[in-house]
């Protein structure tokens, strides 16, 4: 643990204010903070780094670098032949089977149809008149077969024509579903090779140039939250179980000398990276700077326990970490309490009126 200077000077002069370390000083009763040191970084709430799904060359950077975005906005385009290419052939092949561009065709049949219609009409009157005259002993079996075959030629091709339209109606339908959805997925696929923000928010970062080559490995942009940012701490493995959602977190960074912000603790994520072998902490901001940006680095120690008024003694009057010595040289078992990286809170074992020295002194 490193706990922020500032959170303990005053009480580290009440110990050590006109006295040299081998002088004998008396436990004291004051407040006591104990806390959990970490390192980490500034982030936009949402941040991410922003991948395509195409390889290729950079075609064309819609945004700048402090852009703000929607969600939605496109903010580079990779170049791809091929798929622009196939977009032009799904679009030729779409309006070709276009339902109404085909409307020539089914009217084409509906003409035959109404023909073959007539044409069976007709047929079927001579058919009857013939067999009215057969009925009455007028005209020959030949004329009668012949008007029955040609009623029958007529009515066959008829449902020929109807089954015809049908099908080349259901063809048309068919070609032109068919080829609307390969125009879409053929926008899609294009789609795929213009990076898009997924978040309203501001870019902070356009990582490649125009006509660099990327692959789906490659981050391309930074983007993130406009006015809402985090605190992506790293706290070591042997502090975590002391830390819990809603403590008290005091930050200090490099780019605010001598200032001290407060944020709390809202997120602790449960797997340890077994490299640093330390858990990520998410915290905000309660008493933030007045200008912040994404990256900036920073320390912080998040107040895991306080106390009001504990019986302390400085840290480096511990003997062995349970122990004291008196003034007379006696060592004394105590049982300590709180400690931070200046002092140590003793429970049993010595009182205010106890006179101790420094260990090895």
Known sequence: MRPIQALFLASFLTFSCGKTDSESIFPQKQSLTESVYASGLVKAKDQYEAFTMASGPIQEIFVEEGDTVKSGTAILKVFSERESLSRENAQ??????????????????????????????????LF???????????GSAVELEQRDLAFQNSKTSYQSSLLRYRDLKREIEFNSKSSSKNLAISKVMEGEFILKSNIDGVVFSILKEKG?????????????????????????EYDISKVEVGQLV?????????????????????????????????????????????NLTLEANIVTSEKSEALVIPRNYLWNENSVINVDGDTI?????????????????????????????
């Not at 779409?94 to 009409?121: C, V």
């Not at 072998?277 to 940006?293: G, I």
């Not at 429970?347 to 260990?359: A, F, M, N, R, Y």
């Open 92 to 125: 030729l092949s779409q309006a070709y089977a276009d339902q109404q561009a085909n409307q020539s065709r089914l009217r084409d049949l509906e003409l035959a149809i109404d023909l073959a219609k007539s044409k069976m009409l007709n047929d079927s009157l």
């Open 128 to 138: 009857v008149r013939q067999k009215n005259l057969w009925d009455k002993g007028i």
């Open 212 to 236: 660099e080559m990327v692959s789906p490995q490659t981050p391309l942009a930074i983007i993130g939250s406009a006015n809402e940012f985090l605190l992506e701490l790293q706290v070591d």
């Open 250 to 294: 005091m930050v200090s960074m490099d780019s605010f000398k001598e200032q001290v912000f407060e944020a709390k603790v809202v997120r602790i994520y449960p797997i340890m990276d077994s490299r640093s072998k330390s858990f990520t902490v998410e915290a905000v901001f309660t008493k933030s700077p007045p200008k912040l940006f994404p």
């Open 333 to 361: 078992p105590v049982k300590v309490g709180l400690k931070n990286f200046q002092f140590a809170e003793i429970l049993e074992g010595v009182t205010e009126q106890t006179e101790l020295v420094q260990p090895g002194k």
